[in-house]
């Protein structure tokens, strides 16, 4: 397969192969694990953010959210669970 880059990654991958002295296309065949796993954390954050824009998905406020975690401990602290 063959594809281009811009001039910048290219340089910048000129120059990280000169200096572990790896081929070029061995350094992008060891990152496409790396890739595919940003594709995956990317899609989630879409998905997310769409979930978001949408309202399908209500934004919780911290501070709120970490009162009730407060709470709850300080509750279990009195009562532990047997």
Not at 54 to 66: C, I, K, L, N, Q
Request: charged share 35%.
């Amino acid at each position: 397969m063959d594809f281009r880059i811009g001039a910048e990654a290219a340089k910048r991958l000129s120059e990280i192969s000169a200096r572990t002295g790896r081929d070029p296309s061995d350094l992008l065949e060891d990152a496409l694990p790396y890739l595919e796993e940003l594709a995956q954390v990317r899609g989630t954050l879409d998905a997310r953010y769409d979930d978001l824009a949408t309202g399908r998905v209500v934004p919780m406020d911290g501070e709120a959210f970490f009162e009730t975690l407060r709470v709850r401990e300080e509750g279990l602290a009195k009562d532990p669970p047997e």
